[in-house]
Nanobody
Framework: QVQLVESGGGSVQAGGSLRLSCAASGYTYSSYCMGWFRQAPGKEREWVAGIRSDGNTMYADSVKGRFTVSKDNAKNTLDLQMNSLKPEDTAMYYC??????????????WGQGTQVTVSS
């Protein structure tokens, strides 16, 4: 069974940095996507960044140039380095994973989330 466990959230002032990590287990897909989503109070969940099994990375425009997604294959973790944080980055951040097929990432598995709060 696939399990995703996030860590690294917290509170930081605007302009600061945080690093989120997602520990993955039970994953056997050879072609896959792993990604980060976030959901702020009263808003819909939005995709933030992702990485495919071929190493291709993708970012939402709102975080491009500030966030970096990476995967440590030895440790089987997905990390999100967040720099130059803004108050609008405040949200619950979720790690997700799933198979990559026919040009689509199918995020079938989700972590419980970790809170990020950025104060002005």
């Amino acid at each position: 069974q696939v399990q995703l466990v996030e860590s690294g959230g917290g509170s930081v002032q605007a302009g600061g940095s945080l690093r989120l990590s997602c520990a993955a287990s039970g994953y056997t897909y050879s072609s896959y996507c792993m990604g980060w989503f976030r959901q702020a109070p009263g808003k819909e969940r939005e995709w933030v960044a992702g990485i495919r099994s071929d190493g291709n990375t993708m970012y939402a425009d709102s975080v491009k140039g500030r966030f970096t997604v990476s995967k440590d294959n030895a440790k089987n973790t997905l990390d999100l380095q967040m720099n130059s944080l803004k108050p609008e980055d405040t949200a619950m951040y979720y790690c997700a994973a799933g198979p990559y097929a026919r040009g689509y990432c199918n995020y079938n598995y989700w972590g419980q989330g970790t809170q990020v709060t950025v104060s002005s």
